[in-house]
């Protein structure tokens, strides 16, 4: 039976990265100091007498720790220094015939960059996977395409059923590892069990240091997802609602809006109207200093430009980096090819909390044809199983997805919220929806704050439950105010009713929601 091994923090050693004047086994020793779990020696280009020196003393002190060494490539090299496994590349020696070299319980891994690999690698009988590469890498020529942290899900369903480990490969470092972790998981769950990582800590002066903040992710990561989601009734939904709405003009928060400017003072008027404030900024030098300020980020591609994507880019990186949720509205994302490339970019480089959008627009981004678009409206009568469509998605995509409409679908992967609240004025009004997407930051930095307090510091990359919940205050919030002030004897159509939906917004109370939310969960 082969070792079991903790591949949580996977070192792949890389003796050029090292910086001058650094030793390669003090390097090592203190990258394992700092919480590398077990270590890959690679040398491509040592010869074998080279190579097997490398990896006795290597191997010395992988034992001082108790850490597994596992050799990249060289079943000989395994061998020679008693090492507890060999890692191959599809172009490498074959599976079956490294395991008829090697000693009874050797842990044999194998790259993988396609689905149709991974299958393969179960059909082998291997220990563990490396799935990759996931981001773009300078350690290693690709010989294959970069898939991405929402392509490393799609192969780890291949492992359901299995007791096959799972590591990502390819360009890991501290800064995208929550994004890399959090978004690397199956429809089913399966997640990874651990990351590859080479120049964040051979390359670093504070080999310890570095390692140390990547066992620090993976471990609340592995923790967080242990946790168990608490909030699946109407009572407590609406009880968590309405503390949201009465606690936002308290905390006031900042909501950093990358938008559309057809409505960009709309947007800004209800964020203040519900309580929060509006910073409307798209230099993209100015995203990391609002990351660290802002409580909730709005990125909305209504009017998005080829040479207006720095902004975005940066600015989501960012809130991933400083654990601020981002709601993303990606408008009319199915009327062009432009639009869907940017948006399928974005979401491969960051990782959102919440995604709202139309039927058209939902359907775009889910790759199905069920639901067309006209421009940013939707053609047709809906999704057939909008319940089921909606937690489908909103798995696969790890975050809260928002379907609009009629009636809105609100989903974390697990439950589903079906508001049906809502005048119909809501859709004869320019910017409805980038409006509801304003609401919707507003009330998820609400909660998050609430987090803040709470833990101290946020650790979580997307903390589902309290976006879950901030979605369906923002929703709520905007389609009761609708309705009341749909009422007034002074609203005669579209032209009087914006300006008193603003003001609607802005004496909502959390027993207005209460009183008129028409809330189902499943």
Not at 45 to 68: H, M, Q
Request: proline share 3%; aromatic share 4%.
């Amino acid at each position: 039976m082969a070792k079991d091994i903790d591949y949580s923090v996977y070192l792949v050693t890389g003796r050029d990265l090292l910086p001058p004047g650094k030793d390669y086994l003090e390097s090592l020793e203190e990258s394992i100091q700092g919480g590398v779990t077990v270590v890959q020696v690679r040398e491509k280009d040592a010869d074998t007498g080279e190579f097997i020196k490398i990896a006795t003393e290597s191997k010395r002190i992988c034992d001082k720790y108790n850490v597994p060494l596992i050799i990249n490539d060289r079943v000989d090299v395994a061998l020679a220094v008693g090492a507890d496994g060999v890692h191959v590349g599809q172009d490498d020696m074959e599976i079956t015939l490294a395991r008829k070299l090697l000693h009874a319980g050797t842990v044999l891994g194998l790259s993988c960059n396609t689905a149709e690999h991974v299958a393969e690698a179960v059909k082998l009988g291997v220990d563990y996977v490396g799935i990759g590469a996931v981001w773009g890498t300078k350690t290693k020529n690709l010989t294959n395409p970069i898939i991405g942290v929402r392509g490393v899900g799609e192969r780890l369903k291949e492992l359901d059923g299995t007791g096959i480990k799972a590591i990502a490969i390819g360009g890991i470092k501290s800064s995208n590892l929550w994004r890399t972790l959090h978004g690397s998981i199956s429809v089913s769950g399966r997640a990874l069990d651990g990351v590859a990582v080479v120049s964040d800590i051979v390359a670093s002066r504070s080999p310890k240091e570095a390692a140390t903040a990547l066992s620090n992710i993976v471990r609340a990561f592995k923790d967080d997802q242990s946790q168990v989601r608490s909030l699946s009734t109407k009572n407590g939904v609406i009880d968590k609602v309405s503390e949201f709405v009465n606690k936002i003009r308290t905390v006031g928060p900042l909501v950093h809006q990358i938008t559309n400017n057809v409505v960009a003072t709309q947007s800004a008027n209800v964020t203040l109207a519900v309580g929060a404030s509006p910073i409307m900024a798209t230099e993209p030098v100015e995203m990391e200093d609002l990351a660290k300020i802002c409580g909730a980020l709005l990125i909305n591609i209504g009017t998005l430009r080829a040479d207006g994507l720095d902004g975005p880019r940066l600015a989501g990186s960012f809130a991933n980096k400083y654990r601020k949720p981002i709601v993303f509205d990606p408008v009319g994302v199915g009327a062009t090819s432009f639009r869907k490339e940017c948006v399928k970019e974005l979401l491969d480089l960051f990782q959102v909390g919440v995604i709202k959008g139309n039927a058209g627009e939902m359907a775009a981004l889910a790759g199905t044809s069920e639901v067309l678009s006209k421009g940013v409206d939707s053609v047709g009568s809906g999704f057939r199983d909008p319940v089921s469509f909606v937690r489908d998605f909103a798995k696969r995509e790890r975050c809260v997805v928002v379907l609009t409409g009629p009636i809105d679908y609100i989903s974390d992967g697990t439950s589903v919220a079906v508001l049906e609240n809502g005048d119909p004025l809501l859709g004869k009004i320019t910017g409805s929806g980038c409006m509801l997407g304003s609401i919707i930051a507003a009330f998820c930095a609400t909660a998050m704050h609430e987090a803040e307090v709470q833990d101290n510091e946020r650790t979580r990359i997307v903390d589902l439950e309290r976006l879950f919940v901030g979605a369906i205050a923002g929703v709520l919030v905007l389609t009761v105010a609708s309705e009341i002030v749909a009422k007034r004897p002074e609203v005669k159509g579209p032209g009087t009713f914006l300006p008193a939906l603003i003001d609607g917004l802005a004496g909502v109370s959390a027993q207005d929601v209460r009183s008129h939310a028409k809330v189902t969960i499943y």
